[in-house]
C-alpha cells in the first residue's frame, strides 16, 4: 500500500544549528501533514500542505511541499533545546486513513 | 478541554491475559482510530470506525478487536495477551475521514506484556 518514507531516522544537533527532515512518496499525494511528538508525549499536528510546491511556515519551521507533490520537508532555523521530539509526516493511503512515516527524532544538545 | 483521553495509561498483563482499552473524544468527531507505535516502526494503523456502530481493519488488525457503540467511546480490545503486542498505543479522532483532516491523539496507553 501506500507508504511515505522520512530520512533521517535520527538527528543530533547542536542548538543553534538548522533541521531539516525528508519525506518521500512512491506515488503524488493529495496532501501532507506533520505532526510533532515530545518524549513521552502523543502525536501533535503541526500543519498541512496541499499544494504543489507549496511552503509555509510556523516561526522557525519552514515546510515545502514538492513540485510532484512527491516528497515534502520541514526545515528548523537555529534550533532550540524546545525542538526535541520526533517528527512525523503523514500522507493518505486506501480508505482515506493516513500513513504515518517512521518520523525523525531530533536531539538538540545545549 | 479534554479532547481525547485514554484509560489506562500503563498496564502490565501477563501472556493470555485479556484487557479493554477505552477511548474518549468530547470533539463529536465522526472518525476513531486506534493505533500502535514500536520503535522505529512510526505509527501503525489497528483498525479504525467511520461512526457510531461501524468498525473496520486498518494495517495490523490481528490479535485485537474493536468496538463502536457510542460515538464518544472506542474500545480497544485484546483477547489473549502476546508478548509482540507489548507496545505503546494510542487513540486519534478526526471530523471527518478526509485524509485532509488533521487527527488528534490521545496521551497514549504504554502496554507490556510479560
Known amino acids: 500500500g501506500q507508504q511515505v518514507m522520512q530520512i533521517p531516522q535520527y538527528q543530533h544537533v547542536q542548538e543553534g544549528e538548522d533541521f531539516t527532515t525528508y519525506c518521500n512518496s512512491s506515488?503524488?499525494?493529495?496532501?501532507i501533514q506533520w505532526y510533532k511528538q515530545r518524549p513521552g508525549g502523543h502525536p501533535v499536528f503541526l500543519i498541512q500542505?496541499?499544494?504543489?510546491?507549496e511552503v509555509k511556515k510556523q516561526k522557525r519551521l519552514t515546510f515545502q511541499f514538492g513540485e510532484a507533490k512527491k516528497n515534502s520537508s520541514l526545515h528548523i532555523t537555529a534550533t532550540q533545546t524546545t525542538d526535541v521530539g520526533t517528527y512525523f509526516c503523514?500522507?493518505?493511503?486506501?480508505?482515506?486513513?493516513?500513513?504515518f512515516g517512521g518520523g525523525t527524532r531530533l536531539m538538540v544538545k545545549p | 478541554n479534554a479532547g481525547v483521553t485514554q484509560t489506562p495509561k500503563f498496564r502490565v498483563l501477563k501472556t493470555g491475559q485479556s484487557m479493554t482499552l477505552l477511548c474518549a473524544q468530547d470533539?463529536?468527531?465522526?472518525?476513531m482510530y486506534w493505533y500502535r507505535q514500536d520503535p522505529g516502526m512510526g505509527l501503525r494503523l489497528i483498525h479504525y470506525?467511520?461512526?457510531?456502530?461501524?468498525?473496520a481493519k486498518g494495517e495490523v488488525p490481528d490479535g485485537y478487536n474493536v468496538s463502536r457503540l457510542k460515538k464518544q467511546n472506542f474500545l480497544l480490545g485484546l483477547e489473549s495477551a502476546a508478548p509482540s503486542q507489548t507496545s505503546v498505543y494510542f487513540c486519534?479522532?478526526?471530523?471527518?475521514?478526509?485524509?485532509?483532516?488533521?487527527?488528534?491523539f490521545g496521551d497514549g496507553t504504554r502496554l507490556s506484556i510479560l
Open positions: 503523514a500522507g493518505p493511503a486506501a480508505g482515506n486513513m493516513l500513513t
Open positions: 500542505l496541499v499544494k504543489s510546491g
Open positions: 470506525s467511520v461512526g457510531e456502530g461501524t468498525t
Open positions: 470533539m463529536n468527531h465522526e472518525y
Open positions: 506515488t503524488t499525494l493529495s496532501n
Open positions: 486519534a479522532s478526526s471530523s471527518t475521514g478526509n485524509s485532509n483532516q488533521p487527527q488528534h
